[in-house]
Structures are given as C-alpha cells and as structure tokens.
C-alpha cells in the first residue's frame, strides 16, 4: 500500500523540556513516510535543549526553522509553505502520542477522497489521562445537531469525550490534519489577525474550508494526550495579563463577525456571553458579581478590538506575519 506522506509541524514558543518529550513521541512513530518540522520561536533554548534540537536537525530527523516573531497562525503558515507532504499534520508542543497515530490520521484520506481534514481527539491531561478513565456518564457517541451550527457548535461540539467516528464543523488546534491541496489549491491561510494563544483561529480555518467541498472528520483513534503546559506554548502575552483576556475575546468576535451571518452571529454572541461572561455551562466560571462585571468589560473591549481588526483589514489581507517570509506570495 501507498502510503501519503505526511509533514509534521510543531509551532513551538519558549518551550523546553516538553518540547524536547513531545519530538521523541513523534520520532518513534513506524509510519513509512513522514517529515517533522519545528517552526521555533524561542529567543534562546536551554543548553541541554538547543543541543538535542542541532543534533536532530544535523542527524536530518527535523527540519528545525527559527523564527524571530512569535504567532501561532503565522507559524503554521510558515511551516506549510515549507512542507512536502500530501498530508499536513499539526501538533502542539506539549503532547503525548500513542503508537500508530499517524496511520490514524492518514487511513481516512485514503479511504475517503471527500474528507479534507481529520480532526483527532484530545485528551486534556487536566481533565483525564487516558480513554480508560473516562466516567462512563461522560461518554459521548453522536454529537448534538447544535455541534454543526456555526453559531453555537463550540459550546456542544466535543472532542474529549466523543468515541464515534463522524462529520464535524470544526478541529482542535493541537491535534488536526489537513490535505495539502486546501492550502495550496484553494488559497486558504490560517488567518494571522488571530492574536496571543490563537483561539478559534482554527474554527474560523474550518469555516473556511466549507467552501471546498470538503468534509471535517473526527476520527477517535487519531488520539493525542495535550499537557497543557501553565508556560510557554506559541504566544509572547502573559495569560494573567489585561492584554491576553481582551485577546481572548477579540478572537472570539473575529471569527464570528468574518465567518457567520447575522442570525448566527446573533445566536453566538448571546451563547458566548452566557457562558464566558455569566460563567454558564459548559464555561464554569465563577459567578461572583465583581468577575462577571470585569468579565463583561473584556467581553465589550474585545468585541470593539475585533471591529477595528476588521476596518484594518480593508488595508491588509491577515498574513501580517508571513509577508516577512521570502516563500511568501500574496
């Protein structure tokens, strides 16, 4: 059999040693036909780091880019303007992976020519370590219809606890692959307005993909653990900072006002502020007046940031990044 091959990229961004753990997973993986790329936007590693990182890219085990400007979305747009495969895999840099995940990620696209993206599931360490210690209540097989509604799917579409193979909206950014040809063939870029950690720059990606033809599949074999490391990740915003929850918010609103129609926007907007201002289900956040009111704050800030992001964008095209990239064409 035919193998594709698949390029393995890793955004990675004042990481160490879970950078260092997460390589080692990937380079045991038997897959026939793969290539690892790390975009690297580390100023500088720790010694016992940087010296594991020269001897894989001296040994050509990866292919090890270092960059000067930290952006997640400008960071996976540099990594495929530089991949070979068939196949474009991302991964976060705080992972666990499990013998046979990349035939996991590849058996679908041969099967399937209609599916375009393999959304893999996520095994948040915060919340379970592995599938055998899932609470049997937990269990999810077929999503919700809500989990295909651009205007509400990201409060039911779940990628943790869901054990059946079907037709998704939308990846997880640590654990998602995609055919070469989205990007290449149709001109779709991950948008690099997409601020701090990056949020929903993936779903506003996969709303975009809609326009191919092509179909999202959640494939539950092609599992990963994600650390979810407290430090580090592919940002340079504190996560404790003002900055990071305007952040938050704006990139909300920004993939709501560039990707749904009003109706839907309307629907999210209202299901965004239940749960991540009022701290509503699935959200769980604390219900004390004083953080709903500052919730509320970053929630109208962050929806005003967006509305300029958008009058800004009459000017550029969202690869603010990537123009700094000799392979990039506009």
């Not at 993986?29 to 010296?51: A, G, K």
């Not at 990056?198 to 092609?222: K, M, N, Q």
Request: net charge negative; charged share 20%.
């Amino acid at each position: 059999m035919q193998y594709p091959l698949i390029s393995v990229i890793i955004p990675t961004y004042q990481r160490e040693q879970p950078l260092k753990d997460s390589l080692e997973d990937v380079l045991k993986q038997d897959y026939p036909q793969f290539e690892v790329l790390v975009i690297d936007q580390t100023p500088q590693h720790q010694p016992e780091v940087q010296n594991y990182l020269e001897e894989l890219a001296q040994n050509q085990q990866i292919n090890w880019f270092r960059l000067n400007w930290a952006s997640l979305p400008g960071a996976r747009n540099y990594g495929v303007r530089r991949a070979k495969g068939d196949i474009i895999l991302f991964i976060d840099d705080d992972i666990q992976l499990p013998e046979g995940y990349l035939f996991a990620h590849a058996k679908n696209y041969q099967e399937h020519p209609e599916i375009g993206a393999i959304a893999g599931r996520v095994l948040d360490r915060m919340k379970l370590t592995d599938s055998e210690k899932i609470a049997p209540d937990l269990i999810v097989e077929d999503l919700p219809p809500q989990a295909m509604d651009p205007g509400i799917a990201w409060y039911y579409i779940d990628l943790v606890h869901t054990i059946k193979p079907q037709q998704v909206i939308s990846t997880r950014g640590c654990n998602m692959s995609f055919r070469q040809e989205i990007f290449l063939k149709y001109n779709i870029w991950f948008d690099e307005r997409f601020r701090g950690s990056a949020v929903r720059e993936e779903s506003d990606f996969c709303l975009r993909i809609r326009s191919t033809g092509y179909h999202i599949w959640y494939e539950p074999s092609a599992y990963l653990v994600h650390l979810g490391e407290e430090t580090g990740g592919c940002h340079d915003i504190s996560t404790r900072s003002i900055k990071y929850q305007v952040t938050f918010y704006h990139n909300h609103f920004l993939m709501a006002l560039k990707n749904l129609t009003l109706s839907q926007q309307i629907r999210f907007y209202l299901k965004f502020f239940d749960c991540h201002v009022l701290g509503h289900p699935p959200c769980y956040k604390s219900g004390s007046p004083l953080k709903i009111v500052t919730r509320f704050i970053f929630y109208k800030l962050g929806f005003l940031d967006a509305l300029f992001t958008q009058v800004k964008s009459l000017l550029i095209n969202g690869q603010s990044y990537s123009i700094q990239d000799p392979e990039y064409q506009a």
